[in-house]
């Protein structure tokens, strides 16, 4: 397998209400068939039913609210585009469930949960730098391969 991503698909349970949230973040995507496409930087953000993800996955739809064991990430280039984004957050739907402040490794972090509860942080890292198009490339951490 090849080390990267192509799409990441949310499982939501109202498609107009999780589009209209993402839209009022900036976001524009595509409705098709019942799915609604982002493209985001080099990979596309896809919003389909909750059911039908599961089903698609050969699992059982579980609970929509709580914490899955993943956390989207989304770093900026300042602390004041943190305190901006959480604001637009809120104006929008989604819920700030960690007030930004430099965390404990000391960068500036903040995280919020959209319409069905899927965990985003948001982060200026000025460890990890943003190009220009927005892509980041991690550092060498000196471990070795």
Known sequence: ????????TLGVSDL???KAFYEALGW???????????????????????EKLAKDC?????????????ALAHNVRSQAEVDAL???????????????????????SS?????????????YNPGFPLAEDGTVTLPDFGQGP
């Open 111 to 123: 995280a919020f949960t959209d319409p069905d509860g899927h965990a985003w942080e948001v982060a």
């Open 1 to 8: 397998m090849e080390q990267r991503i192509t799409l990441i």
């Open 16 to 18: 107009a209400r999780s």
């Open 28 to 50: 524009r995507g595509q409705e098709v068939e019942e799915t609604v496409f982002f493209q985001a930087g080099g990979l596309g953000l896809v919003l389909w039913s909750r």
């Open 58 to 70: 050969g699992l059982e739809p579980g609970p929509a609210h709580g914490f899955g064991g993943i």
């Open 86 to 108: 959480l604001a637009t957050v809120a104006e929008a739907g989604g819920t700030v469930t960690k007030p930004a402040a430099v965390n404990e490794i000391g960068f500036y």
